[in-house]
């Protein structure tokens, strides 16, 4: 693609950015495995173990139904505590990097 | 080269399945479904267990029988909405026309789309005709399997929220083959990427097309190659003239046109209920004829069991999905398969920061999530007050029930309040295709535009306008082929198709993008690797898979109803006429069967999964890595701290997208 003006090595070296890294893959990895474990659950547990499903919980309303809705939530639960964190933590740390490459001019 | 020869086999492949292709199975909305690996082939054949028999055609018939009935929109009414719908969208393509002068506009919509409005077009690309129509069908017969089911779909936009919304937009520009290229040797990856986003789109259009030729053909009356011709010309006109402007916006009122007509089936749903959900499910349960549909059709008990609640069985699991594998295997298509979608990767290109890609993924996973429950809403409302035996007797598969039940709450058939309510859901329908397909007509041309011509034959070096033009042809060219594929596919087998593009998009695509992004040492080897091993592994394990056709497991299902049959004609009995016809119906479909093969000459699957994913994935993944080390790069690892900090920071994405 385009520039090779910076020096990205170096900005792959900046602590700032190392911290911003870091804290991103931990973040964003840890989410995904977790909520696809609980993905996954859904189908592992409505076949090896029915009878689970099967313990009414409000009225009709089974701990399957429950559990599925659960799936709904999680989704946005997930996508609530991310925007959360990316709008307060990442791009803070994204701006405060920015801000000091260019003071040191290297972008 | 590799492109045309893609091109001439799977052109082959399609005569040949044309010429051998023995279809049992016409579901409706088949291949519509984003989703519908199995939702749309509901119609019995998939509440066996995998590798059991086909289709058992005497239950089916049973709930048949009685008179079949068809949903039957007023034509006038339903046409009226279709046209204002093709009228509001070409005041789009007008308009969006004569912003669409350089390439950008043309693929990203130059990059102006904000969150909100990408957002709606996420889910507007995504949700698909079958979602709407399939799902609610399936839980309306098969009751909370079809629940489970949809939370594949809705799931399936976690791994594009947190692995490749903002990463994909700081590091890409129009394709997949702008990512994968970065760091690599551009031309064979750029070329094995096109091929890959042609493979998935292509399928997964085809798929749309026979989808929604028939469902046009049901609802307008209506031949179903004028429905398929139809709905390609407004698809090629929005593409080719209006680009990812006016695609872009088609999927917004789409979006919005499903949610409306969402929200108030749901919402009509609970005022019947009296807002209370657990007052509907208490009703599902007690409905006699839905006990009786559970009983008869679903357990095939002849006599009732003792204490046994077959009204509380609706709410339990195992009455469609009975293979765990399958599920799992299903699973990890939509768990990664979404994320590998070229045309779903393409959207991101359109917005102008990692900020407003964030947003926008946001913005379409809760219409996303929001759309696949609601969807349950509908599905036992449907049940409640359609009953089961009514949905079936229409399609086997359930797929007009949420048509049949926005008529009921319109104000029953024939009212004038039935009437528009159903053609209102047809229009949203019609829509919902045109949406979807437009955005893989987009995304496969820019693919051969971008990647095969501007960036492999022309060393990067055309101008503009060229690209422009370039694209707008490879847009017809592709709208084209899509038409004529999809009319030669009418009989066939579209599951699998679609299959195939989710299992591509999981064990193709996704291993090596997320590679590309997180992986210092992937490199040229790896992505090719990656993508063949991938692609061809999925594409082989389908092709033997039971999606595929078997004539011979057909017969013998038909010589089974033969058998019994006849054991009960010898025993004495009488045949009534309904009997005898299904007899005759078997024994032709023995003569036509017996002995056949599928088209890959096999007389059962030799694979038993539906969806390949489970296997296909890691193989992917695998291939991927081992390519990698295997052949070492140093400028690939060289460049990993550019892709790197560019994609977690988004440095100079504004200059990327100039370039």
């Known amino acids: ?107 | 080269m590799i492109v045309r020869f893609f091109f001439v086999s799977l052109f082959m492949v399609l005569c040949y399945t044309n010429t051998l292709g023995a279809e049992p199975v016409k579901p409706v909305v088949a291949g519509t479904p984003n989703a519908a690996v199995q939702a749309t082939s509901v119609i019995a054949p998939l509440a066996q267990p995998v590798a059991a028999t086909v289709a058992k055609p005497l239950e089916i018939q049973k709930t048949a029988a009685p008179a079949p009935n068809k949903v039957k929109p007023n034509r006038g009414i339903t046409i009226g909405m279709f046209g204002v719908i093709i009228g509001i969208t070409l005041c789009v393509v007008v308009w969006a026309a004569k912003k669409t002068t350089t390439a950008a506009d043309f693929y990203a919509a130059g990059g102006g789309i904000t969150g909100l409005q990408n957002g709606w077009a996420i889910a507007g690309d995504y949700m698909s005709a079958a979602s709407f129509l399939g799902m609610s069908g399936l839980i309306s017969l098969y009751g909370i399997d079809g629940f489970m089911y949809a939370v594949g779909p809705a799931f399936s936009f976690i791994a594009i929220l947190l692995l490749i919304a903002e990463p994909c937009r700081n590091a890409g520009k129009f394709t997949l083959g702008d990512i994968l290229s970065f760091r690599t040797s551009a031309k064979p990856v750029r070329a094995v990427a096109a091929v890959s986003t042609v493979t998935v789109s292509l399928f997964y259009l085809i798929a749309q097309m026979v989808g929604a030729g028939k469902l046009m053909q049901v609802l307008l009356d209506i031949p179903y190659k004028v429905s398929v011709i139809g709905v390609g010309i407004l698809m090629v006109g929005y593409v080719v003239f209006g680009g990812m402007k006016a695609t872009t916006w088609v999927q917004i009122i789409k979006a919005g046109l499903l949610m409306s007509g969402t929200v108030l089936l749901a919402f009509l749903v609970m005022v019947k209920a009296g807002f209370n959900p657990v007052t509907l499910f208490s009703d599902v349960v007690k409905s006699p004829q839905i006990q009786d549909h559970i009983r008869i059709n679903l357990l095939k008990d002849a006599i009732p069991k003792e204490g046994f609640d077959y009204g509380q069985r609706f709410l339990e699991p195992g009455l469609f999905l009975k293979n765990p594998l399958d599920q799992i295997s299903l699973g990890v298509a939509w768990a990664l398969g979404a994320a590998g979608l070229p045309h779903i990767l393409m959207r991101f290109f359109t917005v102008p920061s990692a900020k407003e890609a964030r947003k926008s993924i946001v913005i379409a996973l809760f219409i996303n999530s929001s759309f696949f429950f609601l969807i349950n809403l509908i599905g036992f409302g449907a049940a409640l007050y359609l009953t089961p035996q009514l949905i079936s007797s229409v399609d086997k598969g359930g797929n007009m029930a949420t048509l049949l039940l926005a008529q009921l709450l319109g104000g029953g058939a024939g009212s004038l309040g039935g009437d528009i309510f159903l053609a209102f859901i047809c229009a949203v329908a019609f829509a919902t295709i045109l949406a979807v397909v437009s955005g893989l007509v987009l995304a496969a041309s820019a693919a051969i535009a971008h990647d095969v011509y501007v960036n492999i034959i022309m060393d990067g070096k055309a101008d503009q306008h060229t690209q422009v033009k370039v694209a707008k042809i490879t847009s017809l060219v592709v709208g084209v082929s899509a038409i004529v594929m999809g009319l030669m596919a009418e009989k066939e087998n579209v599951v699998a198709f679609v299959a195939l593009a989710f299992a591509v998009a999981a064990s193709g695509n996704f291993p090596v993008l997320i590679l590309s992004l997180f992986w210092r040492r992937f490199n040229t080897a790896g992505v090719l690797s990656g993508l063949l091993v991938g692609t061809i592994t999925t594409l082989g394990l389908v092709m033997v898979s039971p999606v595929m056709t078997y004539p011979q497991q057909i017969a013998n299902d038909a010589k089974k109803i033969i058998t019994a049959l006849e054991t009960k004609q010898s025993g004495g009995a009488v045949l009534d006429a309904k009997e005898l016809k299904i007899l005759e119906k078997a024994q032709a479909d023995f003569n036509k069967n017996d002995g056949g093969t599928s088209m890959m000459g096999l007389k059962a699957p030799l694979f038993p999964l539906k969806n390949p994913g489970l296997v296909s994935a890691p193989i992917g993944f695998i291939a991927a890595i081992l390519g990698a080390l295997l052949f070492r790069e140093k400028r690939a690892e060289d460049m990993f701290d550019e892709i790197e900090v560019r994609q977690i920071t988004g440095i100079e994405i504004t200059r990327a997208s100039d370039h």
Do not use: H
Request: with cysteine; charged share 15%.
């Open chain 1, 1 to 107: 693609m385009s520039g090779q003006t910076y020096d990205w090595t170096s900005i792959a070296k900046n602590p700032k950015y190392l911290e911003l890294k870091q804290k991103k893959r931990v973040f964003l990895f840890s989410w995904w495995i977790g909520s696809t474990f609980y993905y996954f659950l859904l189908s592992i547990l409505s076949a090896y173990a029915p009878s689970l499903f099967k313990i009414k919980m409000i009225g009709v309303v089974n701990f399957g139904y429950l559990f599925i809705l659960s799936q709904f939530v999680m989704c946005f639960v997930v996508a609530l505590v991310y925007t959360k964190v990316a709008n307060n933590q990442f791009d803070r740390l994204t701006d405060e990097l920015v801000k000091s490459l260019q003071k040191e001019g290297s972008i």
